[in-house]
T-cell receptor, first 116, second 108 residues
Framework: GAVVSQHPSWVICKSGTSVKIECRSL??????MFWYRQFPKQSLMLMAT?????????EQGVEKDKFLINHASLTLSTLTVTSAHPEDSSFYIC????????????FGPGTRLTVT | GIQVEQSPPDLILQEGANSTLRCNFS?????LQWFHQNPWGQLINLFY???GTKQNGRLSATTVATERYSLLYISSSQTTDSGVYFC??????????FGAGTILRVKS
């Protein structure tokens, strides 16, 4: 149990275009979903937290107009990188937390974004 | 905010050896998780252990919440254990803070 999927697993886009990444909890209801970013050889940094049906809470320094997060259902959250630039190239990972086991988070496999 | 320190930063083991990874944190927590990040980037949940001791096969973990540290034990290491091990803590249920990780390489 507690499986989280992400789609796509990797994407290449041109500078100035937008990219949408989906995060789904497959076998549980995710009351809260989280989006992280990981640069090469670095740790994970939380970008934003989203609760189903409400606006996302962004971490300091993360542009909410650039990284649009929607958590429309208890099993789906999306991250849209708008007007992507090469510096947005990174590994984006989502996680989900439900009523399974307290505060434990379950992570998706990640999406590798390359902006050319 | 809460600080998380992991040690050692790098570790090279011969297959079959045992190891201990440490995670220190600066404040009380209500969530502590250990993860293994495989070469493809997937974070694999190893333990959810805000306190106490747990074992899963060759791996075990102990968290001493009052002293603000956690230990991950790997016994009889295998080459498939290679990767990055992260400790992450959460103080109030809203933000999981990751340590810098321990890079483990197991040689055959």
């Amino acid at each position: 149990g507690a499986v989280v999927s992400q789609h796509p697993s990797w994407v290449i886009c041109k500078s100035g275009t937008s990219v949408k990444i989906e995060c789904r909890s497959l076998d549980f209801q995710a009351t809260t979903m989280f989006w992280y970013r990981q640069f090469p050889k670095q740790s994970l940094m939380l970008m934003a937290t989203s609760n189903e049906g409400s606006k996302a809470t962004y971490e300091q320094g993360v542009e909410k107009d650039k990284f649009l997060i929607n958590h429309a259902s208890l099993t789906l959250s999306t991250l849209t990188v708008t007007s992507a630039h090469p510096e947005d190239s990174s590994f984006y990972i989502c996680s989900a937390r439900g009523d399974l086991r307290g505060y434990e988070q379950y992570f998706g496999p990640g999406t590798r974004l390359t902006v050319t | 905010g809460i600080q998380v320190e992991q040690s050692p930063p790098d570790l090279i083991l011969q297959e079959g050896a045992n190891s201990t990874l440490r995670c220190n944190f600066s404040d009380s927590v209500n969530n502590l998780q250990w993860f293994h990040q495989n070469p493809w980037g997937q974070l694999i949940n190893l333990f959810y252990i805000p306190s106490g001791t747990k074992q899963n096969g060759r791996l075990s973990a102990t968290t001493v919440a009052t002293e603000r540290y956690s230990l991950l034990y790997i016994s009889s290491s295998q080459t498939t254990d290679s990767g990055v091990y992260f400790c992450a803590v959460d103080r109030d249920g809203n933000k999981l803070v990751f340590g810098a990780g321990t890079i483990l390489r197991v040689k055959s």
